[in-house]
Structure formats: structure tokens, C-alpha cells
């Protein structure tokens, strides 16, 4: 059972960016697909990027090109880095994982551990 907690959100303007640690215990991140998912007041839980155990990394269209997901093993922990920010980024982004994942998926149901979230507000 894999424990995990985000950190680094905050309130930014649009086109500054931001690093958000997932941040885990109870087991290796690098035996885990870890998946960011964001969700906004009033709107659906959306796929942000995730990647799987074996590098392999999957963004969402919407993020392509300004995101960025790495994973540094020796710190069991995995980064999202957010750049070129805009109002429509706002949201609770939260990271989720699968044990065993070799390949990164979209959906909510394929993932046992979750962390907490942590918000992200972008101004105009």
C-alpha cells in the first residue's frame, strides 16, 4: 500500500510556473505508474500525465508542450512541473498509483493509492 502527498501548489498569474511534488511511502515509486489527475470546482476529475514504471510518460492534450512528469527514484517521489500556466489550469491536482503499471492509463478506477491533492489557482 502505497502512501502518497502532494505539495507545491499555490496562487500564481497566468504564465508563471509551478512544481508540484507526489511525494511517497509504504513502497518504491519505481514499482508504481504514478498518474497526476486535476479536478476544478463543478467540473469532472480530468487526466493531467502520468508516468509508467518504466519511463514511459502520457499527456493530456490539454497540457502538452507546458507540463512536464519526471520521477527521481532515490527520493520516491515524482515531480509535475507546470509552466505557461493559465486561468483554466485551476484546480485540486492530486497524484495517483498503480502498482506493477508499465504503461500510464486515464482512468480513475485503475488506481488503488491516493494522495490528498493539493490547489493550484491561476489568475488572470
Known amino acids: 500500500q502505497l502512501q502518497l502527498v502532494e505539495s507545491g501548489g499555490g496562487l500564481v498569474q497566468a504564465g508563471d510556473s509551478l512544481r508540484l511534488t507526489c511525494a511517497a511511502s509504504g513502497g518504491t515509486v519505481s514499482t508504481y505508474g504514478i498518474t497526476w489527475f486535476r479536478q476544478a470546482p463543478g467540473k469532472e476529475r480530468e487526466f493531467v500525465g502520468g508516468?509508467?514504471?518504466?519511463?514511459?510518460?502520457t499527456y493530456a492534450t490539454s497540457v502538452l508542450g507546458r507540463f512536464a512528469i519526471s520521477r527521481d527514484n532515490a527520493k520516491n517521489t515524482v515531480y509535475l512541473q507546470m509552466n505557461s500556466l493559465k486561468p483554466d489550469d485551476t484546480a485540486v491536482y492530486s497524484c495517483?498509483?498503480?502498482?506493477?503499471?508499465?504503461?500510464?492509463?486515464?482512468?480513475?478506477?485503475?488506481?488503488?493509492?491516493w494522495g490528498q491533492g493539493t490547489q493550484v489557482t491561476v489568475s488572470s
Open positions: 495517483a498509483a498503480r502498482k506493477w503499471a508499465t504503461v500510464v492509463t486515464s482512468q480513475q478506477n485503475d488506481y488503488a493509492s
Open positions: 508516468i509508467s514504471l518504466n519511463y514511459g510518460i
